[in-house]
């Protein structure tokens, strides 16, 4: 039923989307590949290392005049590096890059701008206080005898606004308007100095369907009048709508450009995650085969949540002592349900039943004192506190029900955390040892060991083993299985499809915000869950939940 | 108008209507509160704190605090005084120049070497106190008579305060800088989103340079006008003076992160504060009740707080106050 209610949204979405894409298809085909021959921007070769690490090897990278370029890849993929490494933001290490006809050296922003490449970042990055000519003509102030003409610069910014048909009272601050009004002035700002070449990084991220049509004919219109983009986006269907051409990236490399015509959205996302379609033999994980009879009853079920358009209508539940996994591409949505989940943010639809009651949790120690223990995605500012100690940091959450009176009782939190760098293997000096200086995968250990001195009946693992050397890997991997053989109920998120498909004993996939299949252990292979994230539906659908 | 308009317009001017309401009940109540020599000598007086408010208001606007303007100040009336004898031109540069040496130092500190400008300026605060001290031997250093010195912070120019003139000679300058040129301008979007200033390509650095640079600069102005109006330099003055722009500044609508400011609402603020002071006063003088020092001190904190309070509420219904033009 899910099912059906989810692929009919999805087909809604795609029917908007064709009916926008429609008018002049015959028209972006012949610039699109009239261009091809003539590159406005092309980079060979591109290498960039951060303290050794590379984070670009031989990326390659071209684009042609008048065509919209889309560029994709998973998280730390290289995409943000190759378009700081374009914009002067980082200096590269090695290749070379030609702009325009000519070698391009610039080691600033400022100097890219002035040569032609305007970039618009995910976060618009503008000054919210001030009035929206502000904002467009910052740096680039009209005159008149040495002093500021504000009649004229409101004018311009008028004017640039109305080619994208945007109405709006220029003399207004910024932060007045909504999100898209916001875009387009960013984007007018862009520009407004006279670019070649426009980058847009997830411009999509923060707008709903009718401003992204809206985006949408900008871009075409930037396209007619010979402007290049870049367009950075995760959500696949939008490429189709408005791009000529894409480059995949995986692990600092350009593994893939082809024309959006030539390639379906499978083949994106193979090449995204770097899966023959074919599924490997033997276990890439540390998840070993699981005893399966140890799975007890539903814990948590979650029915249609959704917030905004991140999270739109996501269902489903986690059973004691097994380990359910959310699969999907960047932006699907599945942090922000595990925020749901855990009260950091409120659904404005659906409900949750934890533990046979209903569940509605307004703030995290609504979750915790429920029983639920949340690792962030991102360990280093949600997660650790670098400066304080592995006991300190182990029992942040605890303190609230050691110190019953408001004294702490340092003997039990001494066994506690004593157990745990015992029990979880945290190779540290000592409990007294700065986190700062221990390693990923022995940080992401005392953030364990944080949530199970709670005594947790259900865990949610976000990336639990990102930014984490191999072998360190692995022990994460065996700890989480022994934890979910011991009865916790776990909810782990992962972009690496292997540990999703190998850990899971389900597997739920997002899409869009939308929880668009659910598969078995047995169902769960790459292709069926990559067939789910790239089109929302599978060749082997699993029914409704139990 | 629409409402919320009518109430953002509200909550940038609720200063000057703060202000206008204070001076209506003093003129109400006290025989000379509107008198020449009254109006004169509050002006006179608290045009010190005005050139101070108005570089403070300066490096406010930009996410920034400048905590040595006091003792910047003292420091530029110990060294104007020392000048005076070789005329009164030499003492006014003198003067200032010490004001913008430690206007240099804090810029630098702020913007080569990254250091917080609470830190710095607060070092530099003790820094210039110390200094003061030192150049005047722990007592006033007398002015020289002859030179003249002692007519800018005296004398009348067609029936009104030279330091007033100064005051208002300044204020125009700060409200053309901010409003009608590209740095003025730069020191909101610093102040809005330094970080977005930067990726648009301006110079954030050499803006919060040129503020801090101001704000010593005006605060010397203000200590030439301390030594010419007392006739000596005070090294111990400039004490709280910084915490009186601060409040001058926020009084006036200017946001401490930075980014929404006002150079006219900073001079209501200033008046607000130095009339509030001057009633206090002429209630003391009615007799009725005797206020110390102290009491005044707790009266004005109060006072304060309800117009921040009145502020804060105000705005919040409506929006941020920007400046139409």
């Given at each position: 039923m899910i099912l059906r209610l989810a692929s009919a949204l999805i087909g809604r979405w795609l029917f908007f989307g064709i009916s926008i894409a429609m008018p002049e298809p015959s028209d972006a085909f012949r610039i699109g590949f009239a261009m091809n021959t003539d590159n406005l921007?092309?980079?060979?070769?591109?290498?960039?290392?951060?303290?050794?690490?590379?984070?670009?090897?031989?990326?390659?990278?071209?684009?042609?005049?008048?065509?919209?370029?889309?560029?994709?890849?998973?998280?730390g993929a290289g995409k943000s590096t190759l378009i700081k490494v374009l914009t002067g933001y980082y200096k590269r290490d090695a290749g070379e890059v030609v702009f325009d006809g000519k070698p391009f050296e610039v080691s600033s922003p400022q100097q890219a701008q002035a040569s032609g490449i305007s970039t618009i970042y995910q976060e618009i990055n503008l000054v919210p206080y001030r009035s929206i000519t502000e904002n467009i003509c910052l740096g680039r102030e009209a005159r008149r005898c040495g002093l500021l003409d504000w009649k004229r610069m409101h004018q311009e910014a008028e004017a640039l606004l109305q080619r994208f048909n945007v109405r709006a009272d220029v003399r207004r601050p910024l932060m007045e308007f909504n999100t898209a009004t916001q875009q387009m002035v960013a984007i007018a700002r862009a520009i407004g100095f006279s670019a070649k070449l426009v980058i847009m990084d997830e411009p999509t991220s923060s707008l709903d369907e009718r401003e992204v049509a809206v985006l949408f004919n900008v871009i075409r219109q930037l396209k007619q009048e010979g402007v290049s983009v870049v367009f950075v986006s995760h959500k696949l269907d939008e490429l189709y709508e408005v791009c000529d051409r894409v480059t995949i990236m995986r692990d600092g490399r350009t593994v893939k450009t082809a024309a959006m015509n030539?390639?379906?959205?499978?083949?994106?996302?193979?090449?995204?995650?770097?899966?023959?379609?074919?599924?490997?033999?033997?276990?890439?994980?540390?998840?070993?085969?699981?005893?399966?009879?140890?799975?007890?009853?539903?814990?948590?079920?979650?029915?249609?949540?959704?917030?905004?358009?991140?999270?739109?209508?996501?269902?489903?539940?986690?059973?004691?002592?097994?380990?359910?996994?959310?699969?999907?591409?960047?932006?699907?949505?599945?942090?922000?349900?595990?925020?749901?989940?855990f009260g950091i943010d409120r659904p404005r639809a659906g409900t949750m039943i934890f533990n046979g009651q209903t569940?509605?949790?307004?703030?995290?120690?609504?979750?915790?004192?429920?029983?639920?223990?949340?690792?962030?995605?991102?360990?280093?500012?949600?997660?650790?506190?670098?400066?304080?100690?592995?006991?300190?940091?182990?029992?942040?959450?605890?303190?609230?029900?050691?110190?019953?009176?408001?004294?702490?009782?340092?003997?039990?939190?001494?066994?506690?955390?004593?157990?745990?760098?015992?029990?979880?293997?945290?190779?540290?000096?000592?409990?007294?040892?700065?986190?700062?200086?221990?390693?990923?995968?022995?940080?992401?250990?005392?953030?364990?060991?944080?949530?199970?001195?709670?005594?947790?009946?259900?865990?949610?693992?976000?990336?639990?083993?990102?930014?984490?050397?191999?072998?360190?890997?692995?022990?994460?991997?065996?700890?989480?299985?022994?934890?979910?053989?011991?009865?916790?109920?776990v909810l782990m998120i992962s972009s690496e499809l292997e540990e999703v498909i190998e850990g899971a004993d389900r597997v739920f996939v997002l899409r869009e915000g939308i929880s668009v299949a659910e598969f078995d252990r047995d169902e769960a292979t790459e292709d069926a869950v990559m067939s789910a994230m790239a089109h929302g539906s599978a060749p082997t659908v699993a029914g409704a939940a139990p | 108008m629409t409402r919320p308009r009518l109430i953002s317009l509200l909550g940038s001017y609720g200063v000057v209507l703060a202000l206008l309401l204070l001076i209506l009940f003093g003129w109400a109540r006290y025989d000379y509160f509107v008198g020449l020599f009254n109006i004169t000598s509050v002006l006179r007086y608290n045009s010190m704190f005005a050139l101070v408010a108005l570089g403070m208001c300066f490096?406010?606007?930009?996410?920034?605090?400048?905590?040595?303007?006091?003792?910047?100040?003292?420091?530029?009336s110990v060294v104007a005084a020392l000048a005076s004898p070789q005329g009164a031109w030499i003492g006014l540069g003198a003067g200032v120049g010490a004001g913008l040496c430690v206007g240099l130092i804090n810029a630098i500190l702020v913007t080569r070497l990254k250091i917080m400008p609470f830190v710095a300026t607060l070092a530099m605060m003790l820094a210039a106190s110390g200094t003061a001290l030192l150049l005047a031997d722990n007592q006033s250093v007398s002015v020289s008579y002859e030179s003249?010195?002692?007519?800018?912070?005296?004398?009348?120019?067609?029936?009104?305060?030279?330091?007033?003139?100064?005051a208002i000679m300044t204020y125009v300058v700060g409200w053309v800088v901010?409003?009608?040129?590209?740095?003025?301008?730069?020191?909101?979007?610093?102040?809005?989103?330094?970080?977005?200033?930067?990726?648009?390509?301006?110079?954030?650095d050499r803006i919060k340079f040129l503020v801090y640079l101001a704000s010593g600069g005006l605060a010397g102005l203000a200590g030439v006008i301390l030594a010419s109006q007392f006739g000596a330099g005070q090294p111990i003055e400039g004490v709280g003076w910084e915490l009186f722009a601060i409040a001058a500044v926020v009084v006036g609508g200017t946001l401490l992160t930075g980014g929404v400011g006002s150079v006219g609402a900073t001079l209501a603020g200033v008046l607000l504060l130095g009339i509030l002071f001057n009633v206090l006063n002429f209630e003391n003088g009615k007799g009725w009740i005797s206020l110390s020092a102290y009491w005044q001190s707790v009266i004005r904190g109060l006072f304060l707080l309800v117009v921040v309070i009145l502020q804060a509420k105000l705005s919040s219904r409506g929006s941020v106050a920007v400046r139409d033009y």
């Open positions: 921007l092309s980079m060979t070769a591109i290498d960039k290392r951060f303290a050794g690490i590379p984070a670009l090897s031989g990326a390659s990278f071209a684009v042609g005049r008048g065509e919209v370029h889309a560029l994709i890849g998973q998280n030539e390639i379906d959205k499978i083949g994106l996302v193979s090449a995204m995650l770097g899966r023959a379609i074919e599924r490997a033999e033997g276990h890439a994980t540390a998840f070993s085969d699981r005893d399966e009879k140890k799975i007890g009853k539903v814990l948590l079920s979650a029915e249609n949540l959704a917030i905004n358009q991140i999270v739109q209508d996501v269902s489903f539940n986690v059973r004691s002592g097994e380990i359910a996994g959310f699969a999907g591409l960047l932006g699907a949505g599945r942090t922000e349900t595990a925020r749901l989940v569940f509605d949790p307004n703030k995290p120690s609504d979750a915790i004192a429920a029983g639920m223990g949340f690792c962030t995605e991102d360990r280093k500012s949600e997660g650790i506190v670098p400066d304080m100690s592995v006991a300190e940091n182990m029992m942040l959450a605890l303190m609230p029900k050691l110190s019953k009176s408001g004294v702490i009782d340092e003997k039990a939190q001494r066994d506690i955390v004593e157990r745990f760098i015992r029990q979880l293997g945290i190779k540290c000096s000592g409990p007294d040892q700065k986190v700062r200086e221990l390693s990923g995968g022995n940080q992401q250990k005392v953030l364990l060991g944080r949530w199970l001195a709670m005594n947790p009946r259900l865990l949610i693992l976000d990336e639990p083993t990102r930014g984490i050397d191999v072998g360190a890997k692995a022990e994460i991997q065996a700890l989480i299985k022994t934890l979910a053989d011991q009865g916790l109920a | 490096v406010i606007m930009t996410g920034g605090i400048d905590l040595s303007v006091g003792s910047t100040a003292a420091l530029g003249g010195f002692t007519s800018i912070g005296q004398d009348n120019f067609i029936g009104f305060p030279i330091p007033a003139w100064i901010l409003n009608f040129t590209s740095t003025g301008r730069g020191v909101l979007a610093v102040g809005g989103n330094e970080d977005a200033t930067r990726l648009m390509g301006l110079p954030a």
